[in-house]
C-alpha cells in the first residue's frame, strides 16, 4: 500500500539522518493517518454520524542515554519536530539501549480489507438501527441505543538502523445497549463486535438476539446467594480477571524487582488444564500487528503451557536492563492472548452448575492493591444458576477470592471462544459471594 508521497518520504528519511549528524545514536518517525465514519443511537433515535480524518506524526531520539519524543500532525513540521526531540532527550527517560534493531522481516499477516472500505454510513445506519428497534420493541420504557463505526489506518515508520515499515488495517464495529429503570433498580446490558474484514460475525440480527435473551434471562431478579460457589465467566470477564498475571509478566516490573512473578518463570501458577498464548498473527484482528513500535518482528509467544509460566515480555528498552532479547511487545503488554479451549461446550459447564453465578461483568474490579491477586467487586451483569438453569439476575451481591488461588483450583475452560478477543468462557470453583449491603 504506497500512500506516502515520495517527497514525504523523503522527508521523514532526511528527518532520520539529521538526528543521526546531530548526536543521536538512534531515531524514528513514525507517521500514521486514519479515517473514521461513526454513527450512534441514543434513546431510540439517530443522535450522531460523524467522519474524523487524524494525521498523527512523531520523533523519537536516543541522545546520550536518554530518550525524546515530539510529536504533531503535519509532515511538513518534522524538522521542528525533531527540534523538540532532541531539546527533550536532554531532560528525558533514561534509555537502557542505544540504538533501534537492525532491520528483520516481519510475518505476512493480513490487516486491511477492502470491504471495511466499502462499509458507508447508510448501512451502518440501517444495521445499527436494526438493533435499536428491536430493543426498543421488547419494552416502551426501556431506553435503548447502539453504535457502528468504521476505520482505517495507515502507518509508515521508518528508523536510523534501516527499518522501513508501510501497512495498512481496518476495523468495524457495531452494538448495542439498553437501560431499564425501574422501583430501586436498574438493569442495563450491551454488547457488540467487532473485527478487520466484514464476516459472519457483522450481523446485526444475532447482536439483537443475543440481546433480547439477555433482557428475558433478566425481568426476574433472584433471591442472592452467601457462600462459596462454582461461577461461569464470560470470555471478556475471563480476559480482565487475568489483569495481575499480565501486569506480573511486565519485563519493566520484573527488571525493577516489583512483578509478583519475578521469581516464578518455570513454576506452576495456573491448573495444568491452562495454556495461554500471545498470537499478533491473527489475520484480521484489531490486536494484531507485524512490527512493535521499535521495529522488532511480532511472534506467537507462549506464556503459560500446561499452567507453567513460561516468559517474561519485553521492549527494546526493558530488555537491555534484564539482559536478554526483545519479545516485540509495545510496552511489555501481550498483544492478543489467546487461551487453549477445552472439550465442554459453555452451555454443557452451565448445565453443571447445581448453585452458582454466571458472570459476565464486575463493578469496581482491580480496585486497591491488586497486584497479587485479590479482588473483591460487585457483581455488575450476572445471573443465578439453580440446578444448571438461570433463574434471574444476580443482584446486591459481591464476590471475592485470589485470581492465583482460584486459577490453580478447579477451572475448566469451555470448547467455544469469543472471537473478537480469543477467550472461551471458564468455570471456577471456590468463589466466595456475600450479599451487598445498602
Given at each position: 500500500?504506497?500512500?506516502?508521497?515520495?517527497?514525504?518520504?523523503?522527508?521523514a528519511r532526511q528527518?532520520?539522518?539529521?538526528?543521526?549528524?546531530?548526536?543521536?545514536?538512534?531515531?524514528?518517525?513514525?507517521?500514521i493517518s486514519s479515517?473514521?465514519?461513526?454513527?450512534?443511537?441514543?434513546?431510540?433515535?439517530?443522535?450522531?454520524?460523524?467522519t474524523e480524518i487524524?494525521?498523527?506524526?512523531?520523533?523519537?531520539?536516543?541522545?546520550?542515554?536518554?530518550?525524546?519524543?515530539?510529536?504533531?500532525?503535519?509532515?511538513?513540521?518534522?524538522?521542528?519536530?525533531?527540534?523538540?526531540?532532541?531539546?527533550?532527550?536532554?531532560?528525558?527517560?533514561?534509555?537502557?539501549?542505544?540504538?533501534?534493531?537492525?532491520?528483520?522481516?516481519?510475518?505476512?499477516?493480513?490487516?486491511?480489507?477492502?470491504?471495511?472500505?466499502?462499509?458507508?454510513?447508510?448501512?451502518?445506519?440501517?444495521?445499527?438501527?436494526?438493533?435499536?428497534?428491536?430493543?426498543?420493541?421488547?419494552?416502551?420504557?426501556?431506553?435503548?441505543?447502539?453504535?457502528?463505526?468504521?476505520?482505517?489506518?495507515?502507518?509508515?515508520?521508518?528508523?536510523?538502523?534501516?527499518?522501513?515499515?508501510?501497512?495498512?488495517?481496518?476495523?468495524?464495529?457495531?452494538?448495542?445497549?439498553?437501560?431499564?429503570?425501574?422501583?430501586?433498580?436498574?438493569?442495563?446490558?450491551?454488547?457488540?463486535?467487532?473485527?478487520?474484514?466484514?464476516?459472519?460475525?457483522?450481523?446485526?440480527?444475532?447482536?439483537?438476539?443475543?440481546?433480547?435473551?439477555?433482557?428475558?434471562?433478566?425481568?426476574?431478579?433472584?433471591?442472592?446467594?452467601?457462600?462459596?460457589?462454582?461461577?461461569?465467566?464470560?470470555?471478556?470477564?475471563?480476559?480482565?480477571?487475568?489483569?495481575?498475571?499480565?501486569?506480573?509478566?511486565?519485563?519493566?516490573?520484573?527488571?525493577?524487582?516489583?512483578?509478583?512473578?519475578?521469581?516464578?518463570?518455570?513454576?506452576?501458577?495456573?491448573?495444568?488444564?491452562?495454556?495461554?498464548?500471545?498470537?499478533?498473527?491473527?489475520?484480521?484482528?484489531?490486536?494484531?500487528?507485524?512490527?512493535?513500535?521499535?521495529?522488532?518482528?511480532?511472534?506467537?509467544?507462549?506464556?503459560?503451557?500446561?499452567?507453567?509460566?513460561?516468559?517474561?515480555?519485553?521492549?527494546?528498552?526493558?530488555?537491555?536492563?534484564?539482559?536478554?532479547?526483545?519479545?516485540?511487545?509495545?510496552?511489555?503488554?501481550?498483544?492478543?492472548?489467546?487461551?487453549?479451549?477445552?472439550?465442554?461446550?459453555?452451555?454443557?459447564?452451565?448445565?453443571?452448575?447445581?448453585?452458582?453465578?454466571?458472570?459476565?461483568?464486575?463493578?469496581?474490579?482491580?480496585?486497591?492493591?491488586?497486584?497479587?491477586?485479590?479482588?473483591?467487586?460487585?457483581?455488575?451483569?450476572?445471573?443465578?444458576?439453580?440446578?444448571?438453569?438461570?433463574?434471574?439476575?444476580?443482584?446486591?451481591?459481591?464476590?471475592?477470592?485470589?485470581?492465583?488461588?482460584?486459577?490453580?483450583?478447579?477451572?475448566?475452560?469451555?470448547?467455544?471462544?469469543?472471537?473478537?478477543?480469543?477467550?472461551?468462557?471458564?468455570?471456577?470453583?471456590?468463589?466466595?459471594?456475600?450479599?451487598?449491603?445498602?
Amino acid at each position: 500500500m504506497n500512500w506516502i508521497s515520495a517527497s514525504e518520504r523523503d522527508r521523514a528519511r532526511q528527518t532520520i539522518e539529521s538526528a543521526i549528524r546531530r548526536g543521536a545514536s538512534g531515531a524514528i518517525v513514525t507517521h500514521i493517518s486514519s479515517d473514521r465514519s461513526d454513527v450512534e443511537f441514543a434513546s431510540g433515535k439517530l443522535k450522531t454520524v460523524a467522519t474524523e480524518i487524524h494525521h498523527n506524526l512523531s520523533c523519537r531520539v536516543i541522545v546520550n542515554g536518554r530518550t525524546g519524543t515530539a510529536a504533531g500532525t503535519d509532515p511538513a513540521q518534522l524538522p521542528a519536530l525533531l527540534d523538540r526531540a532532541m531539546m527533550l532527550a536532554g531532560i528525558g527517560a533514561v534509555s537502557h539501549f542505544d540504538r533501534f534493531p537492525d532491520p528483520a522481516p516481519g510475518a505476512p499477516v493480513k490487516l486491511w480489507s477492502d470491504s471495511v472500505s466499502r462499509l458507508d454510513r447508510e448501512k451502518m445506519i440501517a444495521d445499527t438501527g436494526i438493533i435499536v428497534d428491536g430493543l426498543a420493541r421488547l419494552d416502551p420504557a426501556m431506553d435503548c441505543g447502539g453504535s457502528a463505526a468504521a476505520v482505517r489506518s495507515r502507518c509508515y515508520r521508518v528508523s536510523s538502523s534501516g527499518w522501513e515499515d508501510e501497512c495498512g488495517s481496518t476495523l468495524w464495529s457495531i452494538g448495542g445497549q439498553y437501560t431499564l429503570a425501574g422501583d430501586n433498580d436498574i438493569a442495563m446490558d450491551g454488547t457488540g463486535r467487532a473485527w478487520g474484514e466484514i464476516n459472519d460475525e457483522y450481523d446485526p440480527h444475532a447482536i439483537l438476539a443475543e440481546l433480547t435473551a439477555r433482557y428475558a434471562r433478566g425481568k426476574r431478579i433472584a433471591a442472592p446467594l452467601e457462600g462459596t460457589f462454582p461461577v461461569l465467566l464470560a470470555p471478556g470477564l475471563f480476559r480482565r480477571m487475568l489483569k495481575p498475571f499480565f501486569a506480573g509478566i511486565d519485563g519493566r516490573a520484573v527488571a525493577k524487582g516489583t512483578s509478583p512473578l519475578k521469581d516464578r518463570l518455570g513454576t506452576g501458577l495456573f491448573a495444568p488444564s491452562i495454556n495461554i498464548t500471545d498470537d499478533p498473527h491473527i489475520d484480521f484482528c484489531p490486536d494484531s500487528g507485524i512490527f512493535d513500535a521499535d521495529g522488532v518482528p511480532t511472534r506467537p509467544t507462549p506464556l503459560i503451557q500446561n499452567g507453567t509460566l513460561c516468559r517474561f515480555l519485553y521492549d527494546c528498552d526493558t530488555a537491555a536492563m534484564c539482559g536478554t532479547e526483545p519479545t516485540g511487545h509495545d510496552d511489555c503488554s501481550p498483544c492478543h492472548p489467546v487461551v487453549t479451549a477445552g472439550t465442554t461446550p459453555m452451555q454443557e459447564l452451565l448445565g453443571s452448575i447445581r448453585h452458582g453465578l454466571y458472570l459476565r461483568d464486575l463493578m469496581g474490579l482491580w480496585r486497591g492493591n491488586w497486584t497479587n491477586g485479590d479482588f473483591a467487586a460487585a457483581v455488575g451483569i450476572g445471573y443465578v444458576v439453580e440446578n444448571g438453569e438461570i433463574t434471574g439476575r444476580a443482584k446486591d451481591m459481591l464476590v471475592s477470592g485470589n485470581l492465583f488461588d482460584l486459577m490453580r483450583g478447579n477451572v475448566v475452560c469451555s470448547s467455544d471462544r469469543e472471537t473478537r478477543h480469543g477467550f472461551p468462557w471458564l468455570l471456577m470453583d471456590g468463589v466466595s459471594v456475600a450479599r451487598q449491603q445498602r
